[in-house]
């Protein structure tokens, strides 16, 4: 793809010179810049690059909408498990559909076999280049961390495992009166219907985050995403890292063995119950940890009512995207600014001969072509709306089935959240009572050898009082282990009543789960055979498009140093600005 340097319009690789302005046109530095993605989609500019993707900003061609698509490193193309973990990332953050997760459009393969994921486009800045700055503001961290462990506890219930949460995967989204957390990333995720994509004990992710457990080499659980928030929490707060070592080896080590610091140590601002949360978040022990994101969210919003802060909005409108001006591609221009051109080069041709029918053949003949072309565009553009919209209505029916079942799973969430919470109350008070047991029945125990002493000694031919006073203690001995197993026996009905509540709750979020993969499954199939006709579309459409901007060239070329023409030319100029 080729650029002129003065009117910035985009030619194909063949083309040498703009035929607006005549100038000699130069290559792009990118080479997917100013191509057509699936069909639809029209790359502009490169807003972020790393080791294994390029992240493009690109407008769907026939509705305008700009998204973000990540195109994969090619030199990784060949790796089926980088391949897998790609896929996987787009699979689980468009199953997810949660206000507080990117959400995902669009994903498929470039012409070359090179994988492609198409999402929203945010307006904002990353987490870590804020927490770069220093500590936040309480109240302000307060409300984005509220939002962090939703959208946390929504990959949860579906069964979904970040295990690579950190500032860098966190976007904050300007709104025009609020900020709005994203989650992103999920491409080293751990699905529980996924195949495993590595062996046991290899680790993925960021050291500086990474939970003891995971240190171990054992699978990634829900509590290692919440150590992980704990640590993100604590950077929030306080601009610093819990841990701070030379090496990885020693990150490690602090992870599994130091205590962490209180944050309330580094930033005074903090009440005592967030730092309460952040060191129950960053316990050694996972079954310490808080029961789930759920408990996380509810304590956050606690805490937000306290401090009267405003509450996040349960649901985001339809981001306001933010794009630059529009470049003036030929997929961008459309078919009415080529009618406006065809009318100047008519135009052209009768300033230059006087009449269309004194001009050259050969000029005629390549505006007729033009004009074919040109009418043959609008069909496809029209054909093509009409594909989109129904690729539109799938989309939003899949996007509306993704979000009920996500509110139902949601809201059984929050029970199963009060239920387990009642299961770890209760677990606890029945190795309470089973210790209350076991304590009675060794003090009862304790008592027989004063009987066995006195009976021992009255050989039952004489009465003692000691005897009579060891037998009163062993019946006090025998009630007290009597209530005390009562007690137990009663916590132990509790708790299997509790987790059989649990178990309920948790099979009719299974239920959920299944139903919502099989409504992902329906809408794929739906949309398969509308996508492939818009890809068909759309690489004609760009077929004809090279081949208006060879015409055109042809035709301007032998009238460009006709002066009477100037002002026409000009006129092309601000068309193609326009």
Not at 341 to 357: C, D, I, K, N
Not at 395 to 424: F, H, I, K, N, Y
Request: with cysteine.
């Amino acid at each position: 793809m080729k650029i002129c340097a003065q009117c910035k319009m985009r030619y194909p690789n063949e083309a040498t010179y703009c035929f607006v302005e005549g100038a000699e046109l130069s290559p792009l530095p990118d080479p997917r810049i100013g191509t057509m993605l699936a069909g639809r989609y029209v790359i502009e500019d490169v807003i972020g690059e790393g080791g294994m993707a390029t992240v493009y900003g690109a407008v769907h061609k026939l509705t305008g909408r700009p998204v973000a698509i990540k195109i994969m490193n090619p030199m990784l193309a060949t790796d089926v498990v980088v391949r897998e973990r790609f896929r996987r990332e787009a699979k689980n953050a468009q199953k997810l559909a949660h206000p507080n997760i990117i959400d995902i459009f669009d994903q498929g393969d470039t012409e070359d076999g090179t994988a492609y994921i198409v999402m929203e486009r945010l307006n904002g800045e990353s987490l870590a280049e804020v927490v770069a700055r220093g500590p936040m503001d309480v109240d302000r961290a307060i409300t984005l961390m509220s939002q962090i462990a939703r959208a946390l506890a929504r990959a949860h219930d579906l069964e979904i495992i970040h295990r690579d949460l950190k500032p860098e995967n966190v976007f904050i989204c300007k709104r025009e009166d609020s900020e709005v957390a994203k989650l992103l990333d999920f491409g080293i995720a751990k699905s529980r219907f996924d195949s495993r994509l590595t062996n046991q004990g290899e680790l993925f992710g960021t050291p500086q985050y990474m939970a003891p457990e995971r240190i171990t080499g054992k699978d990634p659980g829900a509590a290692s995403d919440l150590y992980a928030l704990g640590v993100v929490f604590f950077e929030m707060l306080t601009g610093e890292l819990p841990f701070n070592a030379p090496d990885i080896a020693t990150f490690f080590v602090k992870h599994m063995s130091e205590p962490p610091p209180h944050v309330r140590l580094k930033n005074p601002k903090v009440p005592e119950e967030l730092d309460g949360l952040i060191i129950a978040l960053l316990a050694k022990d996972p079954k310490e940890r808080p029961v789930d994101a759920h408990r996380v969210y509810q304590d956050l919003t606690g805490l937000m009512e306290v401090r009267a802060i405003p509450p996040a909005p349960e649901t985001v409108e339809e981001p306001e995207f933010v794009s630059d001006d529009e470049p003036a591609t030929l997929a961008n221009a459309g078919v009415d600014s080529w009618n406006k051109r065809t009318r100047v080069f008519e135009e052209m041709l009768r300033r230059a001969y006087g009449s269309r029918g004194r001009a050259p053949r050969e000029l005629t003949d390549v505006l007729d072509k033009v004009n074919y072309v040109v009418d043959r565009l609008a069909t496809l553009r029209s054909e093509g709306m009409e594909d989109q919209f129904k690729m539109e209505e799938i989309d939003q029916r899949g996007r509306e089935g993704r979000l009920t079942r996500g509110a139902a799973v949601d809201s059984l969430g929050v029970d199963l959240s009060r239920s387990r919470e009642v299961v770890r109350d209760l677990q606890n008070r029945v190795k309470s009572t089973a210790d209350e047991t076991a304590t009675a029945a060794t003090a009862y125990h304790a008592t027989q050898k004063d009987i066995l002493h006195w009976e021992g000694r009255s050989a039952g031919m004489e009465p003692y009082s000691d005897l009579a006073d060891a037998y009163r203690a062993a019946a006090t001995a025998v009630d007290a282990w009597l209530v005390a197993r009562k007690r137990e026996l009663a916590t132990q009905r509790e708790l299997a009543a509790a987790e059989r509540a649990s178990t309920d709750i948790d099979f009719q979020i299974r239920e959920l789960r299944q139903g919502l993969g099989t409504h992902q499954s329906e809408m794929e199939k739906e949309r398969e055979q509308t996508e492939d006709k818009l890809k068909r579309i759309g690489n004609e459409t760009m077929a004809l498009e090279q081949q208006l901007m060879e015409l055109t060239s042809n035709f301007t070329q032998p009238l460009r140093a006709m002066p009477m023409l100037e002002p026409l030319f000009k006129e092309l100029e601000s068309l193609a600005a326009a």
